[in-house]
């Protein structure tokens, strides 16, 4: 079967760095995306990565290994506004999203 | 850019009643829209995968009868929720693939919280 693994939660201090971990065992893989979702809102997306390696965007960077299925998101400089949860999602073969249950990021000042 | 609008952003209805949800891409063509439910503290979960101009492909144990989606235009997709039960009651989003994308990301719109008394 098709399956996303990522923490419930995490907590960490309002400076401070954070990564969220995400392993994945899919039919296929087209790329992985990390969305983040606000308490009552709807994802926004952050990043894609489909090769291997780290992207940087600002205070948050994504890291791909195809080989171990795994992907962690980095978020620097962590602010109060960054609490939320954050989907990991693979696209399967048929370009289908699997979706991760998310990880609640709590940040504390 | 890549703006993806739902209306409306909450309903409430009685037992029984349907209800529609639209869902519009603002700024970009959307040959596939998608159609999500989400129950509180859960992961988003995949109702139906609908195309412009076809049958909307739902997903196992989706009842296509009760969850009526008509995808008319490459912008606009409609999500009807008939004869509504309590049990139907949560946070409906849609999101939408631009034509031009390069990766297939998705856009959300904000999101439809239903709930159904």
């Known amino acids: 079967g098709q399956n996303i693994d990522q923490p419930t939660e995490m907590t960490a201090t309002e400076g401070a760095i954070v990564q969220i971990n995400c392993t994945y065992q899919?039919?296929?893989?087209?790329?992985l995306f990390w969305y983040q979702q606000h308490a009552g809102e709807a994802p926004t997306f952050l990043s894609y990565n489909v090769l291997d390696g780290l992207e940087e965007k600002g205070r948050f960077s994504s890291f791909l290994s195809r080989s171990k299925g795994y992907s962690y998101l980095l978020l620097k400089e962590l602010q109060m506004k960054d609490s939320a949860s954050y989907l990991c999602a693979v696209m399967d073969s048929n370009y289908q999203l699997i979706w991760g249950a998310g990880t609640k990021l709590i940040i504390k000042p | 850019g890549a703006v993806v609008s739902q209306h409306p952003s909450w309903v409430i209805c009685k037992s029984g009643t349907s209800v529609k949800i639209e869902c519009r891409s603002l700024d970009f063509q959307a040959t596939t829209m998608f159609w999500y439910r989400q129950f509180p503290k859960q992961s988003l979960m995949l109702m139906a995968t609908?195309?412009?101009?076809?049958?909307?492909?739902?997903e196992q144990g989706v009842e296509k009868d009760k969850f009526l989606i008509n995808h008319a235009s490459l912008t606009l997709s409609t999500l009807t929720v008939t004869s509504a039960h309590p049990e139907d009651s949560s946070f409906y989003i849609c999101?939408?693939?631009?034509?031009?994308?390069?990766?297939?990301?998705?856009?959300f719109g904000p999101g439809t919280r239903l709930t159904v008394l």
């Open positions: 999101s939408a693939s631009p034509v031009t994308s390069s990766y297939n990301e998705q856009f």
């Open positions: 899919t039919s296929g893989f087209n790329g």
């Open positions: 609908s195309n412009e101009g076809s049958k909307a492909t739902y």
